[in-house]
């Protein structure tokens, strides 16, 4: 500290410090009647406050309750996700409140206390998988925002094995036979072109239903995909993701169906009094209902083949489809939308390994000399 006289005869005392968040010197002072030992006095302590309070300190870290940090992360999404995304999160972190309580301090999560939480729910495997992966992502943001200090700790809460029949490989997809058994099995012409459709094109369900006639280009031989159908807000949004946006190619075989579509739509139509321009409608001419479609799928795939599937199994069907013709993996991920998919590639694992033994079974009993 260092004193200095103004000109009208008061005392200038001036300390220097050194910023903690820029590094920088900086300086404070004040003015004081005299210079003695106890205005020196006075002086230093009123600039030690004033350093304290200049100071660029970063702010004392309080540790949040689960529930105060998905405040924060909702606020978060709800400007930055789209509103299907944001409802789909809020759903899930309802779960996390419910599961790990939401009073519990994030700060000090462990893998075993939400491995241990996780298991009393008593739910399937899958769905606790499900469950991790948006934990985790939460963590992460916790994490990137410096609401957490460390989440080392999330490589040790590994996925749970799932042992249901449901998530093995061979039940994500139809092997040819149980598609001609699944398209037997439906009565409603609507619905059964809509599973050839999926079937063939490889397009997501909320892709399909949003299409328009115009998406239909049977100049080019190809079907612009470039939005998707939201059934939770039942709104019209972007597709899941930028390169989801793509011209997916009309083989002869898509290309029947599509021209069998949309004769049925117009059919209906005018046998309905309605007009629209979707490429496949409800019976007013709006968009389909996708959960009246997943349940009549459910329905006749367990009749058919003894065992429920969901709309993107048909994707994953097309996959398999193309895999055994011997399309290569990258192609299919550029087709599907995507640079890569885990699932494809173990749909790809399966698919060939199967060959490989049907070829050997082909050889086994040959004698070739």
Excluded at 103 to 117: G, H, P
Excluded at 238 to 256: F, H, N, W
Excluded at 305 to 322: D, E
Aim: glycine share 4%; proline share 2%.
């Amino acid at each position: 500290m260092w004193i200095e006289k103004t000109k009208s005869g008061k005392y200038k005392y001036t300390e220097q410090y050194t910023d903690y968040m820029t590094g920088k010197k900086k300086r404070v002072s004040v003015t004081m009647e005299k210079n003695t030992a106890a205005a020196r006095r006075t002086a230093a302590e009123t600039l030690v406050r004033m350093m304290d309070k200049k100071q660029s300190l970063p702010p004392e870290k309080v540790e949040l309750t689960l529930s105060q940090l998905i405040d924060k992360y909702r606020e978060y999404q709800k400007r930055t996700t789209k509103e299907s995304t944001y409802k789909r999160n809020y759903f899930a972190c309802e779960a996390f409140k419910r599961i790990l309580g939401p009073d519990v301090l994030v700060d000090r999560l462990t893998a075993n206390y939400i491995k241990e939480c996780f298991l009393r729910t008593g739910k399937a495997a899958g769905t606790l998988n499900e469950y991790r992966t948006r934990l985790i992502a939460l963590l992460h943001w916790a994490f990137e925002n410096d609401y957490i200090s460390d989440v080392s700790f999330t490589r040790k809460f590994k996925p749970f094995k799932d042992r249901s029949a449901r998530e093995k490989i061979q039940d994500k997809y139809l092997e040819p036979e149980e598609v001609n058994r699944l398209l037997q099995a439906m009565q409603n012409e609507k619905w059964k072109m809509l599973t050839q459709f999926l079937i063939l094109s490889g397009l997501r369900i909320g892709e399909a239903i949003s299409l328009t006639l115009s998406d239909i280009d049977y100049k080019e031989h190809c079907i612009h995909v470039t939005k998707t159908y939201d059934s939770i807000n039942r709104i019209v949004t972007t597709p899941k993701t930028a390169c989801s946006i793509r011209d997916v190619y009309m083989q002869p075989e898509l290309e029947g169906v599509c021209r069998s579509i949309i004769l049925h739509t117009k059919m209906e139509s005018l046998a309905r009094g309605y007009r629209t321009d979707l490429f496949i409608s409800n019976s007013k001419g709006g968009y389909l209902n996708y959960y009246s479609y997943n349940k009549y799928l459910k329905e006749n795939a367990e009749k058919a083949i003894g065992r429920q599937i969901t709309p993107h199994a048909l994707r994953h069907t097309h996959a398999s489809l193309l895999l055994a013709c011997g399309v290569s993996v990258d192609t299919i991920s550029r087709r599907f939308g995507h640079e890569n998919s885990a699932v494809t590639r173990e749909i790809y694992l399966h698919v060939t390994k199967k060959l490989v033994e049907r070829d050997n079974a082909q050889i086994k009993d040959l004698k070739i000399i």
